[in-house]
């Protein structure tokens, strides 16, 4: 496994990172615990030592899971353990909430779901209009004054909701959405976070499986992808043509096609670590190779462009 300084912190994690959303049955139905256990000891074989959660996952789901498992293997202390705040599922409809006192409870359950006394990344999971970011950072500094946060990350945030949120606490990453698909923050939040030493975690790193290059063409999602606009129709089948086109490139790089989409997001220089959501052993034995190696420059760019004219063409 090869690791790397997450931004500024004094955390060094695997570039490969343990996703948890896949316990949020609303998205991807009950998966069942037995094999996820297995993923998660797999995982630490592996070298993985970075795992990415969120309260709102489940709503609360994820973070027990998590913290039932570690604690009943003694497994706590071998893993640096990122959750997210921001949606306050104890109303409904659920609303974003990142007030003071509500990031002081929302701490709390975390760390008594977590079954652990301090989590060591927490991130706001998206932009809140209605809070200023001094509040925000006023929580942060009691909640690391009395040792429950280690460092302070944000997610789906723009430039300048970064920059901003950077005038008040110090951010140590960024958790952005990232893939060969979606690629708008290479123009200017990447260079950003470059630039001033944020770590950079994209998630969906294979788009929610679909640049796995593992479904058939007459493949049917019964979970939220269902939904989505590339996981149906002739969107779909394109972006298969593209994978389809992308095969031969992987394997004469010794890869699978989602070990080269993985790769295609770690050889960003900006990229700390890639977040992959795992649901058994197979898929996070079959990712880590994608973390031993960088593409070519120009693979990276051919790649880029096969999938590029795959989506808009
Ligand atoms: N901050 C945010 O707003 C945010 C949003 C989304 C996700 N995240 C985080 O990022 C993580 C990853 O994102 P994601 O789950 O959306 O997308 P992803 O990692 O791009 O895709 C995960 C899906 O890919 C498939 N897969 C995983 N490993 C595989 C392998 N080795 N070979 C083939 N297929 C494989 C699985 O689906 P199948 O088994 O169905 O094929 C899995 O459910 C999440 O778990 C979560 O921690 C954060």
Redesign the pocket.
Known sequence: MHFAQLGKTDLVVSRI??????LSPSF?GKIPLEPWHAALKKALDLGVNFI???DA?GDGYAESSLGEFLHKEGLRDRFIVAT?FFWDFTVSPRVPNTTHDYILRACEDSLRRLKTDRIDLY?I??WDPLTRPEEVAAAFGRLKKEGKVRWFGV??QNLEQIRLYGKHFEVASL???Y?LLFRDIEARELPYCLESRIGVI??????????????SRDQE?E?H?GKLELFTGEKFQRILDGLDEIGPIARELGL?V??LAIRWVLTHPAITS???????P??????VPAAEGMLPRDVWHKVAGVLERAKGG
């Open positions: 990172c343990f996703g948890c959303w896949q991807w990415d959660t969120a996952y997210k991130q999971h998206a997610s789906n958790q952005p959405h893939n994209p998630y969906s790193p294979l788009y929610r499986g679909l640049l796995a290059g593992t479904y999602f979970d992808r699978t989602s070990q890639a977040i992959v959501g795992i649901k058994t197979e898929h996070i034995e079959s990712i």
